[in-house]
Nanobody, 127 residues
C-alpha cells in the first residue's frame, strides 16, 4: 500500500492562493496516476484534478478549471496543487489519491480507480 501525506491546508480569505503538497511512498519504477479530490460537509467526494505518472497529462474538474494547477515532481515523488482565486465554495477537506497504472500517460478522474488515499487536509476559504 502506498502511503500518501498531504500538507499545506489552512484558512485563507476569498481571492487568496494556497498550495497543497502530497508526498508518496510509491516506488518510482512503477507508474502511478495521482490526483486530488475534495469533500465538503454533507456533500459527496468531488474530483478536483488528476495527473499522469509522467506529469505530461492533467485533468481538472469544471469548478476549478482556470484557477487550480496540478504538477508533479517525480524526483521527490510528490504532487502539488496550486489553488488561486479561492472561493468560499472551495472549502473542503482535500484528499490526495494514487492509483497504479500500466502507462505513464493515463490520467484518472474516478475515485474508484484510486487505491491509496491520504488522510486529508482542511482548506477553509472565508468570504
Amino acid at each position: 500500500q502506498v502511503q500518501l501525506v498531504e500538507s499545506g491546508g489552512g484558512l485563507v480569505q476569498a481571492g487568496a492562493s494556497l498550495s497543497l503538497s502530497c508526498a508518496s511512498s510509491g516506488r518510482t519504477d512503477i507508474y502511478y496516476a495521482m490526483g486530488w479530490f475534495r469533500q465538503a460537509p454533507g456533500k459527496e467526494r468531488e474530483f478536483v484534478s488528476g495527473i499522469s505518472a509522467t506529469g505530461g497529462r492533467t485533468a481538472y474538474g469544471d469548478s476549478v478549471k482556470g484557477r487550480f494547477t496540478i504538477s508533479r515532481d517525480s524526483r521527490k515523488n510528490t504532487i502539488y496543487l496550486q489553488m488561486n482565486n479561492l472561493k468560499p465554495e472551495d472549502t473542503a477537506v482535500y484528499y490526495c489519491a494514487s492509483g497504479r497504472t500500466g502507462s505513464g500517460l493515463i490520467v484518472r478522474t474516478a475515485a474508484t480507480l484510486f487505491d491509496s488515499w491520504g488522510q486529508g487536509t482542511q482548506v477553509t476559504v472565508a468570504s
